[in-house]
């Protein structure tokens, strides 16, 4: 048998999530692929068995998902830099404490999907390897940790590193089930917590050794192979030792030792231990049959030393190791092997899949090795053992276990979410309104309107505007200028550009508004969605119920005549409210005019109906599923049927909006967590939780307002406190999202980051919750911080 495709009688190892095989994983594939991953952990050219994995991992999953936007952050160990390819972003410095603050900065800067840290405490700087900590305290994006190293008897300084390494890890990875136990037993670390993804290993050929020993000079001879990094702890001296015994009985067996030595030991001690083994071989008399490759071994390299060999052997001196690449790889080849009996190698040596000698024990390894060389036949069905048995701990599957471990992270985030330190100390959430800052306002409008999008606080004229926007920024401004109650105010003036784009966004021709303009003023449709148009009514509305100014409430009453036909023929409920709600603000001036009346009635009444259609006990709401702008179909029944003095649809006004409080504060009764756009909620279905748009606290302020005008219940007051309070940081994160340097609005929370654009939807719903807020007065009407509970 020469190929693995004819080794098919056995079953390979299975890659393991949380001690069940991955495919019972599955249903975390369903969340999104991360596309922009970031590796913390050494990295090649610079020789280490981390930098080997991390190459080869992020290798592995480049290939598998066509992921490119994967890079690395590796760790220069002093005095050393090293020429590493362009998948390296940006370095850390071991023992410099700044560079580990500055790459949390870049990696939170690039909005990463997620941080991956492969850890062994002797690459990182600090006691214990502890000025990673400061890197990991700020990350705002999951972490998944591969542990390459967990001790049983950890000092102090050790336990604390990897406690606190735990707790800010949403998912852990170990290579052995020994090192998961540690974990729970020693650690008191959750299983739940911890997936198990063996070491991944090459997808190499089941050769015969024969194939590559003249690249070694080594024909028609046994090799006995050990390769990796040399150190003292490897024990590759009683290997040496073993060597006369052995040549007794085969006296055509060569030792081939490929690697060079550990840089560490390199610096600290030079080649001395490879200098001793040397002299042990001449003292012993077998220095000729003792062949030292003093080389890196490239992955390349690597298949020639492994095919070679007829027998591996790891000889460590110490049980502490729960990981060993070089084993997993040997088993990977198909090889042979001999293993002292460190916790890796019982592990995978079980069942016959290689040979298990006591530590320090020379002639043990040369009876063993003897064994072998003399049964063929055990020791090529040993070697299929090992090659079947790996064959589920390719790289290529490792990746796909990973991207599991890697969805799952991110599918906990968003249903845990949790704040970081800085965050933390970043929100502070009390009972004062903030003042108005018109600033950024003004910075995303120019002569045509309001640019609907920024990347952070700076307009991104690229994305053009739309009448959505330009709407809701009229309804802010008129707002704002009936508060300033100053002739001076620069409102005014934002307000005509506003009402001039809604002028412009309307066709004469078709009776409705279209939506969206680019930046060099072409419109994209030729007619707008219905939402869009019901808002620019909402608007206009607004501008003829609120503001003092005759010419922008002539322009704006001659555009509210003409829009008005249009709406009645909608089938979108939020359209329906949002031209109630621009109906009933022009009726709160012109209460007399019977066919804007019967316009809001007959809109009312669709809604009213859609309502107690769907509504059971345990869904009382319009529809089958809560999307966007859910509290405005609710405020849209309070306000008509107060206004019509409709009792059954102020009461389902009143009912739904319960309802919906309470899906609001579902997960956590003390903040407002709104429905998330990602998925948002369907009948009999889980909520999305992400991501959180301040269009549905803009919303909620609004309708709560509303009901508390008309029931004096403070209990809705309350709820509006609660929904504003999600803008200065009292949310999932604990970050706020309004930004009082800017006068902008973040653009939502994502389940590991705020969104640091502020476009103009965010913007304007703040500032727009803000004026209702600042207009009822409510800092001295009830007691901000005063807990409440909402009930269906």
């Not at 309001?450 to 802010?476: C, K």
Request: aromatic share 8%.
């Amino acid at each position: 048998m020469s190929t693995a495709r004819h080794l098919q009688d056995e079953k390979s190892v299975e890659l393991t999530l949380v001690g069940a095989p991955i495919s019972e994983a599955s249903k975390f594939e369903l969340q999104p692929l991360p596309t922009r991953i970031a590796f913390i952990g050494n990295y090649l050219p610079r020789q280490c068995g981390i930098a080997t994995f991390t190459t080869d991992l992020c290798a592995a999953i480049g290939t598998e998902y066509g992921v490119h936007r994967l890079f690395a952050i590796p760790v220069n160990d002093p005095d050393s830099s090293y020429d590493y390819p362009d998948q390296v972003r940006l370095e850390l410095t071991q023992e410099d404490k700044t560079s580990y603050e500055r790459a949390s900065d870049f990696l939170n800067f690039n909005c990463n999907d997620l941080v991956c840290l492969q850890h062994e405490y002797g690459i990182f700087g600090g006691a214990a390897g502890s000025h990673i900590l400061t890197l990991l305290r700020k990350l705002k994006m999951p972490l998944v940790t591969t542990l390459h190293t967990v001790l049983r008897q950890p000092d102090l300084d050790q336990r604390a590193v990897l406690e606190e390494i735990a707790q800010l890890s949403d998912r852990l990875i170990v290579m052995s089930e020994h090192a998961r136990d540690l974990l729970r037993d020693i650690y008191s670390i959750s299983r739940e917590k911890i997936d198990i993804i063996p070491h991944g290993v090459p997808d190499l050929p089941f050769t015969d050794p024969n194939y590559f020993k003249d690249h070694f000079n080594a024909e028609g001879k046994s090799v006995l192979l050990t390769f990796g990094l040399l150190s003292p702890n490897k024990g590759i001296e009683n290997v040496i030792r073993a060597l006369p015994a052995i040549l007794q009985k085969h006296a055509n067996v060569v030792y081939m030792i490929s690697g060079a030595t550990h840089p560490q030991i390199r610096r600290s001690e030079g080649e001395r231990y490879r200098g001793s083994l040397q002299t042990l071989a001449e003292e012993l008399g077998v220095s000729d049959q003792v062949i030292f490759n003093d080389r890196f071994v490239s992955a390349e390299e690597l298949v020639e030393h492994l095919g070679a060999a007829d027998i591996y052997i790891t000889p460590y001196r110490q049980e502490a190791q729960v990981v060993s690449g070089t084993l997993a790889i040997a088993l990977g080849a198909g090889k042979a092997v001999i293993s002292t009996p460190y916790w890796h190698a019982k592990e995978l040596l079980a069942n016959g899949r290689g040979v298990i000698v006591p530590f320090d024990d020379p002639l043990a390894i040369a009876e063993a090795a003897v064994s072998l060389l003399e049964n063929s036949g055990e020791r090529h069905a040993m070697r299929k053992r090992a090659y079947l048995y790996s064959r589920g701990t390719t790289w290529r599957r490792t990746a796909q276990a990973y991207m599991t471990t890697f969805q799952r992270a991110r599918a906990e985030r968003m249903s845990r979410p949790r704040a970081t330190s800085k965050d933390l100390a970043a929100a502070e959430v009390t009972g004062a309104l903030p003042s108005i800052n018109s600033s950024h306002l003004t910075s995303l409008t120019d002569d045509t309107g309001i640019v609907q999008h920024a990347i952070f606080s700076v307009p991104n004229n690229i994305e053009g505007y739309t009448t959505d926007d330009n709407a809701r920024a009229l309804i802010v401004s008129v707002l704002m200028d009936v508060s300033a109650q100053s002739s001076q105010s620069n409102f005014a003036r934002l307000s005509h550009r506003y009402l001039a784009f809604l002028l412009l966004a309307f066709c004469e021709k078709t009776g409705r508004f279209r939506n969206f303009l680019s930046y060099g003023r072409q419109w994209q449709e030729d007619v707008g969605s219905e939402d869009s148009h019901g808002r620019a009514l909402w608007a206009l509305g607004t501008v003829l119920g609120e503001s003092e100014d005759p010419g922008l409430r002539g322009a704006a009453g001659r555009l509210f005549e003409a829009a008005v036909p249009a709406a009645l023929t909608f089938t979108s409920p939020r359209a329906w409210a949002f031209s109630v709600l621009g109906l009933q603000a022009y009726l709160d001036r012109f209460p007399g005019d019977r066919a804007i009346q019967a316009a809001r009635n007959k809109l009312a009444n669709r809604l009213l109906d859609i309502y107690e259609r769907s509504n059971i006990p345990t869904w009382r709401w319009f529809e089958k599923s809560l999307s966007y702008s859910n509290a405005r179909l609710s405020q849209a029944l309070i306000v008509a049927g107060d206004r019509s003095q409709n009792v059954r649809m102020l009461e389902a006004g009143c009912e739904s909006l319960r309802w919906l409080l309470a899906e609001q504060h579902r997960e956590h009764n003390d903040i407002f967590v709104p429905i998330g756009s990602m998925g948002f909620l369907m009948q009999g279905a889980e909520k999305a939780r992400f991501d959180q748009q301040p269009i549905e606290a803009c919303g909620t302020i609004s309708a709560c307002l509303q009901a508390f005008k008309l029931t004096d219940d403070s209990n809705w007051l309350r709820e509006a406190w609660s929904a504003f309070r999600w803008f200065l940081g009292e949310n999932d994160l604990q970050v706020p999202l309004y930004d009082p340097t800017t006068g902008g609005c973040r653009d939502g929370l994502h389940p590991d980051r705020v969104n640091e654009n502020q476009g103009a939807e965010s913007t304007l719903s703040f500032l727009m919750a803000l004026l209702e807020m600042q207009s009822i007065e409510l800092a001295t009407l009830v007691e901000p911080n005063q807990e409440m509970s909402v009930s269906n």
